[in-house]
Structure formats: structure tokens, C-alpha cells
């Protein structure tokens, strides 16, 4: 079935660092392609997410393009804060496969010292 | 406007008792969906409820059922639990002719010993 594989963590940056996070999907149609971001003692927040081929989410500075040819949907970052320490997660869903229901990665930690 | 909220924070049960829990979704939203997610883990899609009816399930057993009352909010039932079903539980609302805009709770972190 559909799913989703992120780079295992913990990541470590420094302030001011460029954030990458790699993420793949497997999916037999046209997933949507998310991620999301989980701060201490909190639910998941939706931080961008892109709906077809070469179509790129944007907020916060943060980016990701979803790329078909290699199926994939990085995370990027030019500039982390102390701030943006938290947990990422990928995902996908597709309306017409699996209606609705969200496939997560296993998420990856993201911890900035200033 | 208050988003999705959860009750209770956390709860802890003994192996082979039953659980509630409960979701009210986000103003105007009419879609919940619940899903389970384990210690360093991604979340797991439990279901989804709309129109107080199970509209698609995850791989779960039937110890895990739900209701989906007529204000939207909504109730995960786990009974006979195992020490594995000890994780943080989440409810996510959305609108449903805008699926991909899932908000989330805090969620539920229940403990089986």
C-alpha cells in the first residue's frame, strides 16, 4: 500500500544552519504530499503540503517540492531558529486510493542550539 | 475559536479494561479522524467519521470502534486492552470538501499496565 520513508533523526543544527530532511513516498496513484511539524506536548500542525507533480509548499520559510521522477518530497530550510525544534513528519494521502486516510512517516527530530 | 480539543490529557488502565475517549472537532468542521500513534512513531489512521457513520478504517481489530455524535464531536472506544495499546491517541477535524486541511488535537496519552 501507500507510504512514506523519512530520513531517521535525531538531526542537529546549529542556528543559522540550512535544514534538510529527506522524505520518499510509494504510492500506486496521484498522493497529496505534506508535512507536518509536532512541538513538545502538542498535536501535529499542518506546516505545507503540495497536491501534483512539481508543485511547491512554502510556509515559514520552510519549502518542498514534489518531485514524481523520484518520488520524493524533501523538507528544506536556508536559515533554522532555535524555534523550529520539533518533530517532522511526511505524509500522504490520496482522495480516490485510500479517501482521506494519512500515511505518516516514523518522523524525524529536529533539535537547533543557538 | 477554539481549535480541536481532547479529553482526557492522559489516562492510565489496567490490561483487559475499556477506554473512552473524546474529540470535539474545530468549529465548522464535520469530519474527525483518529489515529494512534506509538513512542517515537508516525501516527496510524484509526478511522474517520462523518455523518455519525465509520467512513473508512485503518488496519486495526474491532476492539477499537467510535461514535460520531449530531455536533460533530466524536468518541474512541478501545475495549480488552493490551500493554500495546499504551500510545499517544489523536483526533484530527477537518472539513469535508476540504479533506487535506487536517487540524489536530493535543491528544490523549493513555497508558495500559
Known amino acids: 500500500g501507500d507510504s512514506v520513508t523519512q530520513m531517521e533523526g535525531p538531526v542537529t543544527l546549529s542556528e543559522e544552519a540550512f535544514l534538510t530532511i529527506n522524505c520518499t513516498y510509494t504510492?500506486?496513484?496521484?498522493?497529496?504530499l505534506f508535512w507536518y511539524v509536532q512541538y513538545p506536548g502538542e498535536g501535529l500542525q499542518l506546516l505545507l503540503k503540495?497536491?501534483?507533480?512539481?508543485d511547491k509548499g512554502s510556509n515559514k520559510g520552510f519549502e518542498a517540492t514534489y518531485r514524481k521522477e523520484t518520488t520524493s518530497f524533501h523538507l528544506e530550510k536556508g536559515s533554522v531558529q532555535v524555534s523550529d525544534s520539533a518533530v517532522y513528519f511526511c505524509?500522504?494521502?490520496?482522495?480516490?486510493?485510500?479517501?482521506?486516510?494519512?500515511?505518516f512517516g516514523a518522523g524525524t527530530r529536529l533539535t537547533v542550539k543557538p | 475559536d477554539a481549535g480541536v480539543t481532547q479529553s482526557p490529557t492522559h489516562l492510565i488502565k489496567t490490561r483487559g479494561q475499556q477506554v473512552t475517549l473524546r474529540c470535539s472537532p474545530k468549529?465548522?468542521?464535520?469530519?474527525v479522524s483518529w489515529y494512534q500513534q506509538a513512542l517515537g512513531q508516525g501516527p496510524q489512521f484509526i478511522f474517520q467519521?462523518?455523518?455519525?457513520?465509520?467512513?473508512q478504517r485503518g488496519n486495526f481489530p474491532d476492539r477499537f470502534s467510535g461514535h460520531q455524535f449530531p455536533n460533530y464531536s466524536s468518541e474512541l472506544n478501545v475495549n480488552a486492552l493490551l500493554l500495546g495499546d499504551s500510545a499517544l491517541y489523536l483526533c484530527?477535524?477537518?472539513?469535508?470538501?476540504?479533506?487535506?486541511?487536517?487540524?489536530f488535537g493535543p491528544g490523549t496519552r493513555l497508558t495500559v499496565t
Open positions: 484530527a477535524s477537518s472539513q469535508r470538501d476540504r479533506w487535506m486541511e487536517q487540524y
Open positions: 504510492a500506486t496513484g496521484y498522493p497529496s
Open positions: 503540495a497536491t501534483k507533480a512539481d
Open positions: 505524509a500522504l494521502s490520496d482522495r480516490y486510493v485510500n479517501n482521506n486516510d494519512m500515511r
Open positions: 468549529s465548522g468542521h464535520d469530519t
Open positions: 467519521y462523518y455523518e455519525e457513520e465509520e467512513r
